[in-house]
């Protein structure tokens, strides 16, 4: 094993109390990473964020965080304007992806256990929904993504491993069941490839060949051989809650909190980067965790442009710190 030892401590990274929803003031540059961070997204007098889980981009400049504790979508036409809460009625639901091709948001709506497609969050409107998908039901779909090339859609069921593929809801459907070992939260598209994150595990699974039901699997380094849906880096090694390409490096994030760590620290290498997949499964990354505030969960990762955004949530006290982080890099490439 060879986890890189971090070489200086941070004092305040952020001070994520601030009412403010939209600061790009509070940010430092961290030159051990070659990252600055900045909040992007925190709690204002009218848009209270519960369980922030993911950061999305849709049509135009329009922003959607999804409040999974809170059960709503927050929404802003620009960066420059202030939130506004849509009238659509969910539940516990964890992100949602934009399809350019029909011009419609999809939304895995965990705890009605479907997914739903609208036209805007301004309106409560439903332009469709499904409870099945290829005549699988589903089961507290977790992650949504898209493949901007094929306009394929892809979801998962959390607890089977069931991975779904779709154009459109009723539309060229069908379903793989995928090599996971126990909950699996997430789904990433990078570089034309679908990976499946096994959280329970701290597993990659790469889809190698849909129709063949081909796949490579990335176990993490995991000195403690125990795995579960919550935990700690010394409890259970990696919970792997996501994964995202940025700037030539994969990031992670774990679901490690207090009350599932049981006494250990809660805070190491609950988000970590590294060059390849292989990395992980040495166990040769970097230790980011510095740069998440302690306490709190790191969730969906999103790029956009030359930018990362985590989502990030207080799992023994929802609300209190919830918010979207911006990562972008301390260094400009066209500056150097």
Not at 218 to 226: E, H, I, L
């Amino acid at each position: 094993m060879k986890l890189r030892k971090i070489r200086f401590l941070i004092g305040t990274v952020l001070a994520l109390s601030s009412p403010s929803v939209f600061s790009d003031e509070k940010s430092n540059d961290q030159e051990d990473f070659g990252l600055k961070v900045a909040v992007y997204v925190s709690s204002s007098p009218t848009t209270k964020i519960k369980g922030a889980t993911h950061l999305a981009f849709g049509a135009k400049d329009l922003e959607i965080v999804s409040d999974c504790t809170g059960s709503q979508i927050m929404f802003r036409e620009s960066s420059k304007e202030p939130f506004k809460v849509s009238p659509l009625a969910l539940k516990k639901h964890h992100s949602l992806v934009y399809h350019p091709a029909d011009q419609l948001y999809y939304l895995n709506d965990t705890d009605h256990h479907r997914i739903i497609a609208f036209k805007s969050p301004t309106s409560n409107k439903i332009s469709a929904q499904t409870k099945k998908i290829a005549g699988v039901a589903l089961d507290r779909p977790h992650d949504i993504v898209l493949d901007p090339e094929t306009g394929w859609i892809y979801a998962i069921n959390p607890n089977s491993g069931y991975v779904f593929r779709f154009k459109a809801i009723g539309k060229d459907e069908s379903v793989l069941k995928v090599p996971v070992q126990g909950y699996s939260r997430a789904l990433t598209f990078v570089n034309g490839k679908l990976y499946v994150i096994n959280s329970a595990k701290g597993r990659v699974v790469e889809v190698v060949d849909w129709e063949k039901k081909e796949f490579k699997i990335y176990d993490s380094f995991d000195p403690t051989k125990r795995s579960g849906s919550a935990g700690s880096w010394k409890k259970t090694g990696l919970v792997l809650n996501d994964l995202d390409f940025f700037d030539g490096y994969f990031y992670a994030t774990s679901y490690f909190t207090k009350s599932y760590a049981r006494g250990t620290d809660p805070d190491e290498h609950k988000f970590i980067r590294f060059k390849k997949l292989e990395d992980l499964v040495s166990g040769d990354w970097t230790d980011l965790s510095p740069l998440v505030p302690k306490g709190m969960t790191p969730y969906y990762l999103t790029t956009k442009e030359k930018k990362l955004y985590l989502a990030i949530f207080n799992h023994e006290s929802p609300g209190n710190g919830d918010s979207i982080l911006q990562f972008s890099l301390a260094v400009d490439p066209i500056d150097k």
